[in-house]
């Protein structure tokens, strides 16, 4: 059964990522991507959404440092 869990949510894991990487390669609305990936279009607006936060949160301080003086 473990193992059974573990799989199920490494298969949601990777709509999730492949929902985001998708729309970030493409531009697809949420719409064509809910109907791709069978879900709901607020769902995947909170997919992508979260997933970019996450992104931001995760670079923001190596592409994006603080300003100094000698900026």
């Known amino acids: 059964m473990l193992g059974e869990t573990w ?3 490494l298969e949601i894991f990777e709509c999730l990522l492949s929902s985001s990487n998708r729309y970030l390669a ?4 949420f ?5 791709n990936f069978r879900l709901g279009e607020s769902t995947i607006k909170e997919i992508i959404y979260s997933t970019c936060e996450a ?3 995760k670079l923001q301080s190596i ?3 603080e300003p100094d003086e000698d900026m």
């Not at 493409?26 to 609305?29: A, L, Q």
């Not at 719409?31 to 109907?35: I, K, M, N, Q, V």
């Open 26 to 29: 493409s531009g697809n609305s």
């Open 55 to 57: 992104i931001w949160i």
């Open 63 to 65: 592409d994006m440092p």
């Open 7 to 9: 799989l199920e949510g």
């Open 31 to 35: 719409g064509s991507l809910a109907f």
